[in-house]
């Protein structure tokens, strides 16, 4: 059964909420990806996997309302996790970790490496990073969309 088709937020069993773990990732992509220095010994190349993630839970996580409303509490709070973005509107974050994403194109390699080695998906199910950045940016206009 493909149960995002069925519209299910969670399978009939134990599970974490789909709109909460999106809701987190969407705030990790945009503070990590903002305090991400690839010269540090600490740099990780993996915060990839959120982008990916965000893209797999796309479809079951645009239509419920709690979503936007979600993403902008935990944004909010993770303000501090992040000094280069601390302050700054979701909007400029959003925008400034996008142009970070559209200029270094490092990103890209380090995705598909990321996707290739970690996914169980078959490859013609992956999505690309283009596929995924697109996906991204849908969540992040909807985050921003004041429509309730």
């Given at each position: ?16 909420d ?15 990806t ?11 190349p993996t ?6 993630d ?15 409303r ?36 490092e ?27 697109r ?11 004041n429509?309730?």
């Open positions: 059964m493909n149960w995002r088709k069925k519209n299910l937020r969670c399978l009939p069993f134990a599970c974490i789909p709109v909460e773990n999106a809701a987190d990732k969407l705030s990790a992509f945009v503070w990590r903002a305090d991400r220095d690839r010269k540090s010994e600490n740099d990780d915060i990839v996997r959120h982008q990916h965000l893209a797999i839970l796309e479809e079951v996580v645009i239509n419920p309302p709690e979503f936007r979600l993403s902008k509490k935990v944004i909010a709070e993770d303000d501090g996790r992040c000094k280069k973005i601390k302050g700054f509107s979701i909007e400029q974050k959003f925008e400034h970790v996008l142009e970070i994403i559209e200029k270094d194109k990103y890209q390699n380090e995705y598909e490496l990321f996707v290739k080695g970690m996914s169980y998906a078959k490859t013609v199910d992956m999505p690309t990073y283009e596929n995924a950045l996906k991204v940016k849908l969540l992040m206009q909807h985050v921003l969309n429509e309730e």
